[in-house]
């Protein structure tokens, strides 16, 4: 099946710095990505979708400026969460769609990364 | 608008037991319809999908799904549990007309009893 890397899993930093969290698509390219935000015993929160070579779509609340999102290739998404502060904590996760045929539609998710804001 | 509901935050079941996971999704045309399971800390494993056609779908590690359509939902079934599938469990609806963008209704937390 296909993979979806993301990395690091899990990251410390700093109040006022930024961090920068990849998604890669491994064995497929990856017309659309997908970032998601999880809060402690919740669902997933869409906050953007990125297409490649484009800029992305913002889910109405999120700070396009806090939370920026390079499509730079078909296998690589990232997502910097710029002057991070505690509230950013959280579980973030990618996904990745191979196509928007329909045999293609489907969302293949990386295993997430923890941030910790202190 | 899409949206997914699943009734039940909570379901403890003994292992050897049957499982029922239950979804309702609000969309006016035929959805694409999805289950996915996520363990404590890892990202999200598809479990099955629909699309069109046959409207009881075959997944991995034995579970099935049957779309409804008269009464909006895609509920998930196991026969019989193992201890491994102690997980939290995502329904998630997507369309075409959304970009496939995909909303996800609340989850159901898994407990299984030995």
């Known amino acids: 099946g296909a993979v979806v890397s993301q990395h690091p899993s899990w990251v410390i930093c700093k109040s006022g710095t930024s961090v920068k969290i990849e998604c890669r698509s491994l064995d497929f390219q990856a017309t659309t990505m997908f970032w998601y935000r999880q809060f402690p015993k919740k669902s997933l929160m869409l906050m953007a979708t990125?297409?490649?070579?484009?800029?992305?779509?913002?889910e109405q609340g999120v700070e396009k400026d806090k939370f920026l999102i390079n499509h730079a290739s078909l296998t690589l998404s990232t997502l910097t969460v710029t002057s991070a502060h505690p509230e950013d904590s959280s579980f973030y996760i990618c996904?990745?769609?191979?196509?928007?045929?329909?045999?293609?539609?489907?969302?293949?998710f990386g295993a997430g990364t923890r941030l910790s804001v202190l | 608008a899409q949206s997914v509901t699943q009734p039940d935050i909570h379901i403890t079941v003994s292992e050897g037991a049957s499982l029922e996971l239950r979804c309702n999704y609000s969309?006016?045309?035929?959805?694409?319809l999805f289950w996915y399971v996520q363990s404590p800390g890892q990202g999200l494993q598809l479990l099955l999908k629909y699309f069109s056609g046959d409207t009881l779908v075959q997944g991995i590690k034995g579970f099935e799904a049957e779309f409804k359509r008269s009464q909006s939902s895609f509920n998930l079934r196991k026969p019989s549990v193992h201890w491994s599938d102690a997980a939290e469990y995502f329904c998630a609806v997507g369309n075409k007309a959304a970009g496939n963008k995909l909303t996800f209704g609340g989850g159901t937390r898994v407990l299984v009893k030995p």
């Open positions: 990125s297409n490649e070579g484009s800029k992305a779509t913002y």
């Open positions: 969309y006016g045309a035929t959805p694409y």
């Open positions: 996904s990745a769609n191979e196509g928007t045929s329909t045999a293609k539609n489907i969302q293949y």
